[in-house]
Structure formats: C-alpha cells, structure tokens
C-alpha cells in the first residue's frame, strides 16, 4: 500500500520562501501522475499543481503560476512544492496526491481523480 508523507511546512514571512517535499512508500510512485492540492480552514479543498509521472508536464492554479514550482525525482520516490513569495492567502494544509482515475490532461484538478493523500502539511504565511 503505498503511503505518502508531507514535510516542509511551517510558517513564512510573505516574500520568503518554502520548500515542502512529499516522500513516497512503494516502487510504484514513477508510474503515476502526482498533484498538489490545499485546504484553508472553512473553504474546500483546491488544486494548486500537477506533474506527469516524468516531470516532462506540469500544470499550475492561476492563483499559484510563476511563484510556485512543482518537481519530482523518482530516484527518490520524492515531490516537491517550492514555494517563492508566498501571500497570506496561501496559508492552507497542503496535501500531496496520487492521479489515479480519469483522464489526466482533464482531470488533473479534480480531487476525486486522486485516490491516495498524504496528511497534510500546514503552512502559515505571516504578512
């Protein structure tokens, strides 16, 4: 079964930078399509980014694109959010995801297209 972990999370000054890293059980993880998503308190939760198995496709929220960068190494089972002048509305739990039904190139936002989440990891960002 394979299980995903978030580590990275924390609380930034806007402007700073973050990096969080979503780290992988299994053999598996080069096969699939992995996503980003957040939930601030009250709000449901919302798509942020997306990568393809190889990392040769990314997809980004508007709300997100050109300040966050999405990227994996399958050598080491490992995703990452890097997260560059983040802003107060940015603060969520961040969850890593695994693409597992639909498809990808039109399904990649949808939270039900993901069958295995990490636990989250919180991110504050302070003004």
């Known amino acids: 079964q394979v299980q995903l972990v978030e580590s990275g999370g924390g609380l930034v000054q806007a402007g700073g930078s973050l990096r969080l890293s979503c780290a992988a059980s299994g053999r598996t993880f080069s096969n699939y399509h992995m996503g980003w998503f957040r939930q601030a308190p009250g709000k449901e939760r919302e798509f942020v980014t997306a990568i393809s198995w190889s990392g040769s496709r990314t997809y980004y929220a508007d709300s997100v694109k050109g300040r966050f960068t999405i990227s994996r190494d399958n050598a080491k089972n490992t995703m990452y959010l890097q997260m560059n002048s983040p802003k107060p509305e940015d603060t969520a739990v961040y969850y890593c995801?695994?693409?597992?039904?639909?498809?990808?190139?039109?399904?990649?936002?949808?939270?039900?297209?993901?069958?295995?989440w990490g636990q989250g990891t919180q991110v504050t960002v302070s003004s």
């Open positions: 995801a695994r693409f597992a039904r639909g498809d990808w190139y039109s399904d990649y936002r949808r939270v039900g297209a993901y069958d295995v």
